[in-house]
């Protein structure tokens, strides 16, 4: 589905370039002549994208009704684009135009796959992530989202939480920045490579419901509760409930865990854990009452105000998530007035991680449960109709079909779209990785599908609650003055998606939000971490937990806030039930650790400070790991040793790797970059994970045969491996990042080996001593065969562009970014996870971000870093220009304030210029979508056609 970009380019056959470029394909070349070509292709495909690179000077007229005449953009050093216009409207504009110059490629693809068009794209290939976000119905909410703004806007339709004036205002920031992105494209010389690769010419103009949305794909991508439910039901049929309850627990019952929203730690959490909680928020806040994301209170910094700090993690790839941008709005009214400074996701205005002069704030993931999945029976009528069971009774579903247009086939693909009571309907399929284990392992829960019914599976989340508003939030961010305001913001967000919010303000308060409201069951806690009856009326949800009700602190006692994906309430104290999903609590323990540490004889924090805590190391189960092995092993003499291997495996010299690989006993568990008992470590623990799983299925294993499924026949070691792993079920990564056991396996690890021979899979493996001193043993021969044992070596990490791959080349040629030596893994405060238990690269979430807010002087003591650039054209200068700060840990000024920025400006781009005194009328050649034959229309002012808003400068090509 991928050709080269243009055959005058390069009039050569892609099979040539794979068979020259990839060793592992390579048939008659050799690595020289392969790498040669590779670096030559790149050289090339640079010299074609040329052309796109953004021009960020110059005087252009805006051409868009609305628009002031002193809009302008100015950029710094290092790419970063501030924005300034003395009006609303105009500042989101230029925000969209910033967008569309840097990220025109990333906005396209993040709409193809919100709208179930990927297919148009990349083909049949892609079918199946289409279908699933058709099933889902994530473009029909998204213009139900649109559709309830403009008819609140416009008096319509009542929301009381929205005025119409307000609304009209949200529908004006969507649209004029959608223009701006549409202006952007019209006015570049040359679309980046990427549309030329895949045919993705002209361009599609931008709409407000293309923002819409892409926040309900990063919703759907980001909530949690179904995956798990599914995989679950299956191992658990698979391996039986003893042995599937250790590795799939998800349940953190650590000593020491440092809760977001402790019992009584404030005046809000202690009004919080009343069954009133009306007033929850109209009590006094008084100071000093009281991913990762931590705020530490002015009692413990040298600026007696709150530093916060923030970095999400998220896969780090070419083109990166987050955007960072400044918002200047110099109205007359000061009311209307804002600045605004951060990160914000590509595709939705302003910003979601940064600060507004008075109010500062960060985030991570949620992971309280808010989707489930139903097991449904199903039946077609006489006349084709489909109705689902419920109480005995056979209710109508409602269906319609949908169409996907896919790239290469002239007839499109349909499939009926089928939704019950409890949600639409998701086809086995469109599961992709995990498909036939979900058919099976529903299966027996369902009973088998006869004459009378099918069975099939239904999904019912937060990313799909009609009508939410979260782009109101966002716009109300930009505003805030107290911590009152800003939980009335997140009260939209928490509509559609749930994330842990950290907020600090100037006058010296810090406090935490939970957004997402979680959906309020029939059914006992726990058993939604299995498919509900779709059958049974208990299983229907009664509503969602009101955002009044979730957890949220205001100024804790204990000085400081911490959350890290990790469960953030004690459920003994806190009535209201948010599901078991989080992450294990490691980081966040490290975090308190440390604060403690640097607090304990009365040192003040700074900035820096913070900084140095964000790098920092540390692995609390890495520590716990190799005192668990120095106990079992040191005592053991080498006869016993030598009774866990074969005559074979000593004569290999098995007990000699042992004895050498107890070098671990005194591992500090620090994971630096330098260190070589780091990478034995990782190959130990994974090689124990790998022996464990591989244990199943094992046909000498009595309990196997007696559990043997339909779900055991499909189930293979490497299916069991990728779920234990926490990967999601689309290999593509374009709907779930990962599964809800993602993070776990750690914890769960170290529960079994803190049991010994109460452990199924520790006693079925013959012992704790067994299983450490051949796992050692095992993991000490792969380390002698490594080169450069160093920890920064083995866990290096390529920031990859997805069409490098695409185009066969290797990795860190064509259109990836460099490859850095990374410290860490998934437990450490500075997060990097590794890519799987066989693979020692960072993969898969790492910082993908780093802000940093002492509340005492934002202009000075502000830091914000990403780990690529702004633009991701390839070829540009701020491609990939922060990758080595990033990775060596360094975190510059953010320069915000209108002063700082013009100083240190290097570009500027403004909208100065009047119109043209006689339009002169010019030609585009129109490809619309519906359009049966081209057709020449007349163009004034250069403006683009307004169905594929063509550059003219594009015509040449097109033609």
Same mark, same amino acid.
């Given at each position: 589905?991928?050709?080269?970009?243009?055959?005058?380019?390069?009039?050569?056959?892609?099979?040539?370039?794979?068979?020259?470029?990839?060793?592992?394909?390579?048939?008659?070349?050799? /690595?020289?002549?392969?790498?040669?070509?590779?670096?030559?292709?790149?050289?090339?495909?640079?010299?074609?994208?040329?052309?796109?690179?953004?021009?960020?000077?110059?005087?252009?007229?805006?051409?868009?009704?609305?628009?002031?005449?002193? @809009?302008?953009?100015?950029?710094?050093?290092?790419?970063?684009?501030?924005?300034?216009?003395?009006?609303?409207?105009?500042?989101?504009?230029?925000?969209?135009?910033?967008?569309?110059?840097?990220?025109?490629?990333?906005?396209?693809?993040?709409?193809?796959?919100?709208?179930?068009?990927?297919?148009?794209?990349?083909?049949?290939?892609?079918?199946?992530?289409?279908?699933?976000?058709?099933?889902?119905?994530?473009?029909?909410?998204?213009?139900?989202?649109?559709?309830?703004?403009?008819?609140?806007?416009?008096?319509?339709?009542?929301?009381?939480?929205?005025?119409?004036?307000?609304?009209?205002?949200?529908?004006?920031?969507?649209?004029?920045?959608?223009?701006?992105?549409?202006?952007?494209?019209?006015?570049?010389?040359?679309?980046?490579?990427?549309?030329?690769?895949?045919?993705?010419?002209?361009?599609?103009?931008?709409?407000?419901?293309?923002?819409?949305? #892409?926040?309900?794909?990063?919703?759907?991508?980001?909530?949690?509760?179904?995956?798990?439910?599914?995989?679950?039901?299956?191992?658990?049929?698979?391996?039986?409930?003893?042995?599937?309850?250790?590795?799939?627990?998800?349940?953190?019952?650590?000593?020491?865990?440092?809760?977001?929203?402790?019992?009584?730690?404030?005046?809000?959490?202690?009004?919080?854990?009343?069954?009133?909680?009306?007033?929850?928020? $109209?009590?006094?806040?008084?100071?000093?009452?009281?991913?990762?994301?931590?705020?530490?209170?002015?009692?413990?910094?040298?600026?007696?105000?709150?530093?916060?700090?923030?970095?999400?993690?998220?896969?780090?790839?070419?083109?990166?998530?987050?955007?960072?941008?400044?918002?200047?709005?110099?109205?007359?009214?000061?009311?209307?007035?804002?600045?605004?400074?951060?990160?914000?996701?590509?595709?939705?205005?302003?910003?979601?991680?940064?600060?507004?002069?008075?109010?500062?704030?960060?985030?991570?993931?949620?992971?309280?449960?808010?989707?489930?999945?139903?097991?449904?029976?199903?039946?077609?009528?006489?006349?084709?109709?489909? !109705?689902?069971?419920?109480?005995?009774?056979?209710?109508?579903?409602?269906?319609?079909?949908?169409?996907?247009?896919?790239?290469?086939?002239?007839?499109?693909?349909?499939?009926?779209?089928?939704?019950?009571?409890?949600?639409?309907?998701?086809?086995?399929?469109?599961?992709?990785?995990?498909?036939?284990?979900?058919?099976?392992?529903?299966?027996?829960?369902?009973?088998?599908?006869?004459?009378?019914?099918?069975?099939?599976?239904?999904?019912?989340?937060?990313?799909?609650?009609?009508?939410?508003?979260?782009?109101?939030?966002?716009?109300?961010?930009?505003?805030?003055?107290?911590?009152?305001?800003?939980?009335?913001?997140?009260?939209?967000?928490?509509?559609?998606?749930?994330? $842990?919010?950290?907020?600090?303000?100037?006058?010296?308060?810090?406090?935490?939000?939970?957004?997402?409201?979680?959906?309020?069951?029939?059914?006992?806690?726990?058993?939604?971490?299995? =498919?509900?009856?779709?059958?049974?009326?208990?299983?229907?949800?009664?509503?969602?937990?009101?955002?009044?009700?979730?957890?949220?602190?205001?100024?804790?006692?204990?000085?400081?806030?911490?959350?890290?994906?990790?469960?953030?309430?004690?459920?003994?104290?806190?009535?209201?039930?948010?599901?078991?999903?989080?992450?294990?609590?490691?980081?966040?323990?490290?975090?308190?650790?440390?604060?403690?540490?640097?607090?304990?004889?009365?040192?003040?924090?700074?900035?820096?400070?913070?900084?140095?805590?964000?790098?920092?190391?540390?692995?609390?189960?890495?520590?716990?790991?190799?005192?668990?092995?120095? @106990?079992?092993?040191?005592?053991?003499?080498?006869?016993?040793?030598?009774?866990?291997?074969?005559?074979?495996?000593?004569?290999?010299?098995?007990?000699?790797?042992?004895?050498?690989?107890?070098?671990?006993?005194?591992?500090?568990? #620090?994971?630096?970059?330098?260190?070589?008992?780091?990478?034995?470590?990782?190959?130990?623990?994974?090689?124990?994970?790998?022996?464990?799983?591989?244990?199943?299925?094992?046909?000498?294993?009595?309990?196997?045969?007696?559990?043997?499924?339909?779900?055991?026949?499909?189930?293979?070691?490497?299916?069991?491996?990728?779920?234990?792993?926490?990967?999601?079920?689309?290999?593509?990564?374009?709907?779930?990042?990962?599964?809800?056991?993602?993070?776990?396996?750690?914890?769960?690890?170290?529960?079994?080996?803190?049991?010994?021979?109460?452990?199924?899979?520790?006693?079925?493996?013959?012992?704790?001593?067994?299983?450490?001193? /051949?796992?050692?043993?095992?993991?000490?021969?792969?380390?002698?065969?490594?080169?450069?044992?160093?920890?920064?070596?083995?866990?290096?990490?390529?920031?990859?562009?997805?069409?490098? @791959?695409?185009?066969?080349?290797? !990795?860190?040629?064509?259109?990836?970014?460099?490859?850095?030596?990374?410290?860490?893994?998934?437990?450490?405060?500075?997060?990097?996870?590794? !890519?799987?238990?066989?693979?020692?690269?960072?993969?898969?979430?790492?910082?993908?971000?780093?802000?940093?807010?002492?509340?005492?002087?934002?202009?000075?003591?502000?830091?914000?870093?990403?780990?690529?650039?702004?633009?991701?054209?390839?070829?540009? =200068?701020?491609?990939?220009?922060?990758?080595?700060?990033?990775?060596?840990?360094?975190?510059?000024?953010?320069?915000?304030?209108? !002063?700082?920025?013009?100083?240190?400006?290097?570009?500027?781009?403004?909208?100065?210029?009047?119109?043209?005194?006689?339009?002169?009328?010019?030609?585009?050649?129109?490809?619309?979508?519906?359009?049966?034959?081209?057709?020449?229309?007349?163009?004034?002012?250069?403006?683009?056609?307004?169905?594929?808003?063509?550059?003219?400068?594009?015509? =040449?090509?097109?033609?």
């Amino acid at each position: 589905a991928v050709t080269l970009f243009v055959s005058v380019a390069l009039p050569v056959d892609r099979r040539r370039i794979v068979a020259a470029s990839s060793p592992r394909r390579r048939q008659t070349s050799s /690595r020289g002549e392969g790498m040669a070509f590779a670096s030559g292709l790149t050289f090339l495909l640079k010299a074609f994208s040329r052309r796109a690179v953004p021009e960020y000077d110059g005087s252009h007229f805006a051409g868009v009704e609305g628009v002031g005449l002193d @809009a302008k953009i100015v950029r710094d050093a290092d790419g970063t684009p501030t924005c300034f216009a003395s009006d609303e409207k105009s500042v989101f504009f230029l925000n969209g135009v910033c967008q569309g110059q840097d990220r025109l490629w990333q906005l396209h693809i993040s709409r193809m796959a919100a709208l179930g068009r990927v297919c148009e794209v990349a083909g049949k290939k892609a079918l199946q992530v289409d279908v699933m976000v058709r099933q889902i119905g994530l473009p029909s909410v998204a213009r139900g989202d649109f559709e309830h703004l403009k008819q609140v806007a416009e008096g319509k339709r009542e929301d009381s939480a929205l005025c119409p004036e307000e609304a009209s205002k949200v529908v004006d920031m969507l649209e004029y920045f959608a223009k701006g992105v549409n202006w952007a494209a019209r006015n570049c010389r040359q679309l980046p490579i990427e549309f030329h690769i895949t045919g993705q010419r002209p361009w599609e103009p931008w709409t407000a419901t293309h923002s819409l949305a #892409v926040a309900r794909l990063h919703g759907f991508a980001m909530c949690f509760g179904s995956q798990h439910a599914i995989l679950r039901q299956a191992l658990y049929e698979a391996l039986g409930p003893e042995a599937a309850s250790e590795f799939t627990s998800t349940e953190d019952r650590e000593a020491n865990l440092p809760y977001c929203c402790p019992p009584y730690d404030s005046k809000l959490s202690a009004e919080l854990a009343k069954a009133d909680i009306a007033s929850a928020l $109209n009590i006094g806040q008084e100071k000093g009452d009281g991913s990762n994301v931590f705020v530490v209170s002015g009692e413990f910094t040298a600026s007696q105000k709150p530093i916060l700090a923030s970095d999400p993690h998220l896969r780090v790839k070419i083109p990166g998530f987050w955007y960072q941008i400044n918002l200047h709005c110099k109205a007359k009214a000061e009311e209307d007035s804002f600045v605004v400074a951060g990160a914000g996701s590509v595709g939705l205005p302003a910003v979601f991680i940064g600060h507004n002069g008075t109010c500062a704030w960060g985030i991570t993931l949620g992971y309280c449960d808010v989707e489930d999945i139903f097991v449904e029976r199903l039946r077609r009528t006489a006349d084709g109709k489909c !109705e689902s069971l419920l109480d005995g009774e056979w209710v109508p579903c409602r269906t319609s079909v949908e169409e996907l247009r896919v790239k290469g086939q002239r007839e499109p693909e349909r499939f009926v779209r089928v939704e019950t009571v409890h949600g639409p309907v998701l086809s086995f399929p469109s599961l992709q990785e995990y498909g036939k284990l979900a058919e099976a392992g529903v299966g027996s829960l369902a009973g088998s599908s006869s004459s009378d019914y099918e069975v099939a599976v239904s999904y019912q989340g937060l990313p799909i609650r009609p009508r939410s508003c979260s782009v109101v939030g966002i716009r109300r961010f930009v505003r805030v003055t107290d911590f009152r305001e800003f939980d009335q913001a997140l009260s939209f967000v928490s509509r559609s998606i749930c994330l $842990n919010f950290a907020y600090a303000d100037t006058n010296g308060h810090l406090g935490w939000v939970l957004t997402g409201e979680v959906p309020i069951r029939q059914t006992k806690p726990g058993e939604e971490m299995f =498919p509900l009856k779709g059958w049974e009326s208990r299983s229907k949800h009664q509503g969602y937990t009101p955002h009044a009700n979730m957890p949220k602190t205001l100024d804790p006692k204990k000085g400081f806030v911490i959350s890290t994906n990790n469960k953030v309430v004690d459920y003994e104290d806190f009535k209201h039930y948010l599901g078991y999903c989080f992450k294990a609590g490691f980081r966040a323990r490290a975090i308190e650790s440390e604060l403690k540490r640097l607090t304990s004889e009365g040192r003040k924090l700074t900035v820096e400070d913070i900084r140095g805590l964000q790098q920092n190391v540390q692995s609390v189960p890495a520590k716990e790991f190799c005192e668990i092995l120095k @106990a079992t092993l040191s005592p053991l003499s080498d006869a016993e040793i030598s009774a866990h291997f074969s005559k074979e495996e000593l004569k290999d010299g098995a007990l000699e790797r042992v004895k050498e690989g107890l070098v671990l006993c005194s591992f500090d568990g #620090v994971l630096t970059k330098e260190s070589s008992s780091a990478t034995l470590y990782q190959l130990t623990h994974s090689q124990l994970v790998l022996d464990l799983l591989r244990l199943w299925p094992n046909d000498n294993n009595l309990e196997a045969k007696q559990n043997r499924s339909r779900v055991t026949e499909i189930f293979s070691t490497s299916l069991f491996q990728r779920i234990i792993d926490g990967k999601g079920f689309d290999n593509a990564k374009a709907l779930k990042l990962v599964n809800e056991f993602d993070g776990h396996v750690h914890l769960n690890i170290l529960k079994m080996i803190r049991g010994g021979e109460k452990s199924w899979w520790i006693r079925t493996a013959g012992g704790l001593g067994k299983s450490l001193s /051949r796992a050692l043993a095992a993991a000490v021969s792969k380390f002698t065969q490594i080169s450069d044992k160093r920890w920064g070596t083995a866990h290096r990490f390529t920031i990859q562009h997805p069409f490098t @791959a695409a185009l066969g080349l290797p !990795e860190g040629y064509g259109l990836d970014g460099p490859t850095l030596r990374m410290g860490g893994d998934i437990n450490t405060i500075a997060m990097s996870k590794l !890519e799987s238990f066989t693979d020692l690269r960072t993969g898969g979430a790492t910082v993908s971000m780093r802000f940093l807010a002492d509340m005492s002087n934002l202009r000075d003591n502000c830091r914000l870093i990403t780990p690529v650039g702004m633009c991701a054209v390839l070829g540009s =200068p701020f491609y990939t220009n922060r990758a080595e700060r990033w990775a060596s840990g360094e975190v510059p000024k953010l320069v915000w304030a209108e !002063e700082d920025v013009l100083l240190a400006a290097v570009h500027t781009l403004d909208l100065t210029s009047p119109p043209p005194r006689s339009p002169v009328a010019e030609t585009a050649i129109c490809f619309g979508p519906l359009q049966q034959s081209l057709q020449v229309l007349p163009l004034a002012n250069g403006d683009g056609c307004e169905c594929c808003l063509l550059a003219i400068a594009e015509i =040449p090509k097109h033609r």
